[in-house]
């Protein structure tokens, strides 16, 4: 079983920054992606971006490339991601997800095993 907390939403002004956690625990050993996936009101879960746990595999939404960023620390058993120009858009609440095994398709939520409480992030005018 493997454990996922999330942490850092919180009221943010567009235009600003936030930076989100995701600290994994139990057996952390079997995780292969972690991703990072958003549900506003009254939509469905969205992709956000994903990250290998081993290697250099990173991927990103087109709602947020350039201005989002997704990074690891293993020895943490931990991933981020680095939100900045936020916009009134993104407002939802964030999931971190992990899958077990490698897969081609990381912007299905289906594919992860494991998922996190949520946070809400809400960004203002």
């Given at each position: 079983q493997v454990q996922l907390v999330e942490s850092g939403g919180g009221l943010v002004q567009a235009g600003g920054s936030l930076?989100?956690?995701?600290?994994?625990s139990g057996r952390t050993f079997s995780i292969s992606n972690m991703g990072w996936f958003r549900q506003a009101l009254g939509k469905e879960r969205e992709f956000v971006s994903a990250?290998?746990?081993i290697g250099d595999g990173a991927y990103y939404a087109e709602s947020v490339v350039d201005r989002f960023v997704?990074?690891?620390?293993?020895?943490?058993?931990?991933?981020?991601?680095?939100?900045?120009s936020l916009k009134?858009?993104?407002?939802?609440?964030?999931?971190?997800?992990?899958?077990?095994k490698s897969t081609p398709f990381y912007a299905t939520p289906t594919n992860y095993a494991y998922w996190g409480q949520g946070t809400l992030v809400t960004v203002s005018s």
């Open positions: 930076r989100l956690s995701c600290t994994a990250i290998s746990w997704v990074s690891r620390d293993n020895a943490k058993s931990s991933v981020y991601l680095q939100m900045n009134l858009e993104d407002t939802a609440v964030y999931y971190c997800a992990a899958t077990i």
